[in-house]
C-alpha cells in the first residue's frame, strides 16, 4: 500500500469534514480566536493532504522520508491546534500542547526544504 497516497487522502478528507464542523458547529461555542486557529489547523492539513497526493505521484528517490516528514508535521502541528482550540469544549487543559506545535511546523519546513533540495539538485 501507498501510505503517503492514503494519508494524503485521509488529510485532504478530515480538512472538509473538520472544516464543516467549525463552519457550521464550533463557530457556535469557540471565541473567534479559538475559531480562527482551529481554521489555521485545517488549512495546513488540506494543504499537505494535497501535497502528499501530488507527491505519491512524482517520480523522485526517497520521497518516503519526504512523506514521513509531511504526515509527522502535519498530525503534530495540526492536531495540536485542533486540541488547543477545543480545550475549552473540552474542558481539559492542554497548554502543554502549545509547544508541540512548532516542532510539528518544523518537520512541515524541513519537509519542503527537502523536496526544494531535490528538485534543485537531481
Known sequence: MDNIKIYGAIFSLLSVILGAFASHLLKKFLSESALQSFEVGIKYM?????????????PLDD???????FISGT????????????????????????????????????????????????
Open 46 to 58: 488540506m494543504y499537505h493532504g494535497l501535497a502528499l497526493l501530488l507527491l505519491s505521484v512524482l
Open 63 to 69: 520521497k518516503k522520508w519526504i512523506g514521513r516528514l
Open 75 to 122: 498530525f503534530l502541528f495540526s492536531f495540536s491546534i485542533f486540541f488547543l482550540s477545543l480545550q475549552s469544549i473540552l474542558k481539559l487543559k492542554l497548554k502543554w500542547l502549545g509547544p508541540i506545535t512548532p516542532i510539528g511546523g518544523t518537520l512541515l519546513i524541513i519537509g519542503w526544504s527537502i523536496l526544494l533540495f531535490k528538485f534543485l539538485f537531481n
